[in-house]
């Protein structure tokens, strides 16, 4: 039996990110492909649940759709090399996504962002979720915003190979669609866990040792300092991190095509408040900031465009051109904001109470949890024009 040619998720990440046409034929079941699937501004994605298609003709499911690359998928890459293999009877080239979808939701790329600051400034970036990571590098010392418990690891090593040690691992918030990997960098490097003191109130319990930062304080790494600057409405506890008065780590605040939604906290009743807090802390705390402050968002969105140099920042002064929401009045912020709220992130009091430090989770059970769309924005399509 031949050996059906297979791409890693390396791979079909680039091939996505250079905006090539790519189709993917995932085989799972229909509640399984609805929940969390492979998507992005260049991809068409079917789903032909395995049974179905091995008993179809392959020229049929393959005739009103893009050959250029195919690509099967499935859960963890078994199935759905059957199901290339069915395909390939055709002419087309079609290969199987090796590890499936438990291999796409461990993968994390990163990509260096040109900034004005003292410090190299890494984006890591995970394509499964679009959960969004900062290396902040300055001589042999260096601090990692909103890091993830999968890729604790990674955050160290990177560091290293620049030449530093991680002396920061920090939170910009108690985050619903990730477990963070601040509690575990703390306890198993030298770096120092700091979490918002204005997050305590919704009962934080580390069993670590680690620190607070309020509004105002700094915090130097190597020759660059981190300015905290107190954020709530997406949670009461949102802080963006302003480094070298130049990039702004906005965490769940602002992203380059949307808003924060309010709800994940606040809930429901909650919501219309919490919405009127984030619109006075976009108009006080962040836009009162120069114009050219590059906004490094903790999050992006399905087909959010990254800038010219790949990452997914944007300039203050573009983010305003660009999205109307910035220029309304607090009633029309508010009335926008709710009016097409995602289904909230799954998973997300199991992962809340995780992150207050309530329950460890081992990172295989992480991975589990945090499979899906992260949802944390205002709304499913792009506030921006």
């Not at 199901?83 to 461990?106: I, K, P, Q, Y």
């Not at 999968?150 to 030449?163: K, N, S, W």
């Not at 069993?207 to 600057?229: F, M, R, W």
Request: aromatic share 4%.
């Amino acid at each position: 039996m031949s050996r059906v040619p297979e791409i890693t998720p390396e791979e079909l990440h680039e091939y996505i990110e250079a905006g090539e046409s790519v189709t993917v034929i995932d085989v799972r079941q229909p509640h399984e492909y609805e929940k969390w699937h492979i998507d992005g501004a260049s991809v068409e994605t079917i789903n032909v649940p395995d049974r179905k298609l091995t008993q179809s003709n392959p020229e049929d499911v393959l005739a009103d759709v893009p050959t250029e690359t195919v690509v099967t998928v499935c859960g963890t890459g078994k199935i759905s090399r059957e199901s290339a293999r069915h395909l390939r009877r055709t002419d087309v080239d079609v290969r199987n996504l090796a590890g499936g979808m438990e291999a796409w939701a461990d993968l994390s790329v990163y990509t260096e962002v040109p900034t004005d600051a003292e410090a190299t400034v890494l984006q890591f970036r995970r394509p499964s979720s679009g959960c969004l990571a900062y290396l902040v590098v300055s001589g042999d010392e260096a601090a990692v915003v909103d890091p993830l418990l999968a890729f604790a690891r990674e955050y160290v090593d990177v560091a290293a190979a620049y030449g530093s040690d991680l002396t920061y691992a920090i939170d910009t918030h108690v985050h619903a669609d990730h477990i963070s990997g601040v509690r575990a960098l703390g306890e198993h490097t030298d770096a120092t866990a700091v979490v918002p003191a204005a997050a305590l109130d919704r009962g934080v319990e580390y069993d670590i040792e680690y620190e607070t930062i309020t509004d105002g304080k700094t915090l130097a790494v190597g020759d660059s300092t981190i300015e905290a600057i107190h954020t709530p409405g997406h949670t009461s506890g949102m802080t963006a991190y302003y480094l070298d008065e130049s990039v702004l780590f906005t965490g769940d605040g602002l992203f380059v095509e949307s808003v924060a939604r309010p709800d994940l906290e606040a809930g429901d009743e909650g919501a219309p408040a919490a919405a009127r807090q984030l619109h006075r802390s976009l108009q006080e705390r962040v836009l009162s900031l120069p114009e050219s402050t590059l906004v490094a968002p903790g999050h992006r969105s399905e087909g959010t465009e990254p800038a010219t140099d790949g990452s997914y920042t944007a300039t203050l002064e573009s983010i305003v051109e660009e999205m109307d929401a910035l220029s309304m009045s607090a009633d029309e912020f508010v009335e926008a904001v709710l009016a097409d709220m995602p289904p909230r992130p799954a998973n997300h009091s199991q992962i809340i109470a995780t992150n207050l430090g309530q329950r460890d989770m081992p990172r295989q059970r992480a991975l589990q949890l945090e499979r899906g769309p992260n949802n944390c924005a205002a709304t499913a399509d792009a506030m921006t024009d």
